[in-house]
């Protein structure tokens, strides 16, 4: 059920304008300051962290966004909604954490079945997630057996909704939590999130980490 992050970096893209700056792609805060509706895996006022192993992911997750946000300034006006060429900048970060956190593999049928769940679930492109925040919260709660070993996760490991699987190539993406308020300075930043810079702002995601659990 728990998934073992490889040895490689993890990606992350960001905004070359309000992500440009480490640490800030890793605090959450994104997904805390998020619209109400909040995110596929975390709801507002959730510090999270999305990320991929393979950059792939990281970049398609962003595009698409990138891409609606146009889409809704074009249904907004008659006049002047975009400026063209259509064009954005962003940053690809990678990073390491250290030490690796525990991951729960949410395609495995014994994640499946311990939270209940039919794996259409994870694969549904559309953005109503009232059901996969319901079972990231479950996830995020979750205390192992006693006598099982098994460590309190800290993350989810997911398929991308907006990432077509390529032979060769993980077309999945992991989130984690962070603690529950925006981290305040830097000192406080390297107490909670155990990452290490790997690439300097490499061009360009993870569920956030606390320090005892997840939130």
């Known amino acids: 059920m728990y998934y073992p992050i490889g040895e490689g970096p993890l990606f992350r893209v960001a905004s070359a304008s309000s992500g440009n700056l480490w640490p800030d792609p890793v605090l959450g805060e994104g997904a805390y300051y998020v619209e109400r509706e909040g995110n596929r895996y975390s709801v507002a006022h959730q510090l999270t962290v999305y990320c991929g192993e393979d950059p792939l992911v990281a970049i398609t997750e962003a595009a698409f966004y990138q891409a609606l946000n146009w889409q809704q300034d074009i249904a907004s006006s008659r006049f002047k909604a975009v400026t063209y060429p259509l064009r954005s900048e962003h940053l690809l970060w990678a990073f390491r954490i250290d030490p690796r956190p525990p991951v729960i593999d ?13 794996p259409h679930v994870l694969l549904n492109p559309c953005r109503m997630y009232t059901a996969t925040q319901a079972i990231a919260n479950e996830v995020r709660t979750y205390p192992p ?14 398929p991308s909704a907006r990432t ?21 300075n830097a000192e406080e930043v390297r107490g909670v999130h155990r990452a290490k810079f790997a690439t300097p702002r490499h061009s360009l995601a993870e569920w ?8």
């Open 106 to 118: 949410m395609e495995s049928p014994m994640a499946s079945r311990r939270f209940a769940y039919s």
């Open 145 to 158: 057996p006693g006598g099982s070993g098994e460590a309190r996760p800290e993350g989810m490991k997911v």
């Open 164 to 184: 077509p699987c390529v032979t060769g190539r993980s077309c999945r993406r992991i989130g984690e939590p962070a603690s529950q308020r925006p981290a305040k």
């Open 208 to 215: 956030t980490w606390p320090k005892g659990h997840p939130g």
